[in-house]
């Protein structure tokens, strides 16, 4: 075996080889996450055509375990996206004429939700977890303009803006790095019944610090 070859087995051992679980009870986690994700709009000036667009987003929370396995917390997040598009929308003109074509705008959200988190022990350093996160969500919908088809100008529309709740469940593969580190990614979906911004694909990436 070359040296490069047994470097390498000993790293996967590191990493694999069982250890101690690690003890999550009244431990603080604060974390910030990166979540790019695939937004489902309604567009806002008629409700008549929907279109899905990638829309990053920020988040920055805490959690605390109850238990080794069992956490609660909460997490504020804020996402920025402009210059969406929504093909195909039918929407009245200012003098009453009926039209269709795109409906352009800029989209701004900032919510707050509460969570809870279950780490599925494995007395490894990677980990399973879940998460539900129910909170409220506002949204701004600014810059609107509707192009009808075949015409080389847009029509400006009235900016709007609506508050939501919002229901998140997420999937998370977990590594905890010695006593203070700890990274986990995974997949989500969000909906807000009701909302322009009726449902969400979510892929968080976190980075916390355990205090």
């Avoid at 009870?25 to 910030?32: D, P, R």
């Avoid at 806002?44 to 055509?49: D, E, G, L």
């Avoid at 605390?64 to 909460?74: F, Q």
């Avoid at 929308?89 to 701004?108: A, C, M």
């Amino acid at each position: 075996m070359t040296a490069r070859a047994l470097s390498i087995l000993l790293v996967v051992l590191a990493v694999t080889a069982p250890r101690p679980a690690f003890a999550d009870k009244q431990e603080l986690y604060t974390f910030v996450a990166f979540e790019p994700q695939l937004t489902s709009f309604t567009e806002p000036i008629a409700a008549s055509a929907s279109g899905t667009v990638f829309t990053p987003a920020v988040a920055l929370g805490a959690f605390y375990g109850l238990t080794n396995t069992i956490h609660v917390g909460a997490v504020f997040r804020g996402s920025l996206a402009n210059d969406l598009r929504v093909d195909g929308s039918q929407v009245r003109l200012p003098d009453g004429t009926p039209s269709e074509g795109n409906v352009y705008f800029n989209h701004r959200a900032i919510g707050l939700g509460a969570l809870g988190y279950y780490r599925f022990d494995t007395g490894r350093s990677f980990a399973p977890a879940v998460e539900a996160e129910v909170g409220f969500t506002s949204h701004e919908y600014s810059v609107v303009a509707f192009g009808p088809a075949g015409e080389p100008f847009t029509v400006a529309y009235p900016s709007t803006s609506e508050l939501r709740v919002h229901l998140r469940a997420t999937a998370l593969a977990e590594y905890r790095v010695g006593n203070h580190l700890h990274a986990s990614a995974g997949v989500g979906f969000s909906a807000e019944p009701g909302g322009l911004a009726a449902w969400q694909v979510v892929v968080p990436v976190r980075f916390a610090w355990i205090w």
